[in-house]
């Protein structure tokens, strides 16, 4: 059950808790189990 509180952070290329994320993405999954997304710190990196 804890794989539904990560998603895999495309920039950092990890795995991260939800709690991290700054964007999740709909379209996307890793490996199936975890939504794509951007942590919060690369979505600040990016601006
Ligand atoms: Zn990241």
Same mark, same amino acid.
């Given at each position: 059950?804890?794989? $539904?509180?990560?998603?895999? #952070? ?12 700054? %964007? %999740? ?6 490996? %199936? ?6 942590? %919060? $710190? #690369?979505? $600040?990196?990016?601006?």
């Amino acid at each position: 059950m804890e794989r $539904n509180v990560l998603f895999y #952070c495309v920039k950092c290329e990890q795995l991260k808790t939800l709690e991290q994320a700054g %964007v %999740v993405f709909r379209t996307g999954y890793f490996r %199936v189990l975890y939504p794509l997304g951007c942590c %919060v $710190n #690369c979505g $600040n990196a990016t601006r």
